[in-house]
């Protein structure tokens, strides 16, 4: 189960924001709003995808390759590799 917004429910989630509080304001592709709302979207994306990426490699089951070997390293363990 994925619990992490995609960009496109992101983006909605802060129009729909800007119409309930300014109900007059332009919200079409294009105008400032879309524009700055798009950058807030995004931004809040990538800082999902990393904590999401973070989250998977605190534990050995699920992180990558090269972590696992690095933190057998500081804590001067042998990976086996059976």
């Not at 119409?19 to 879309?34: H, I, Y």
């Not at 798009?38 to 999401?52: M, N």
Request: glycine residues 4%; negative net charge.
């Amino acid at each position: 189960m994925n619990l992490m917004p995609d960009f496109d429910t992101l983006l909605n989630n802060i129009i729909t924001d800007y119409r309930n509080q300014f109900p007059a304001v332009d919200t079409s592709q294009g105008s400032l709003v879309f524009i700055k709302s798009a950058c807030l979207a995004s931004a809040l994306w990538g800082l999902y995808k990393h904590q999401e990426w973070v989250a998977r490699q605190i534990f050995p089951d699920t992180c990558s390759s090269g972590n696992l070997d690095r933190h057998a390293y500081f804590h001067a363990l042998s990976r086996t590799y059976a």
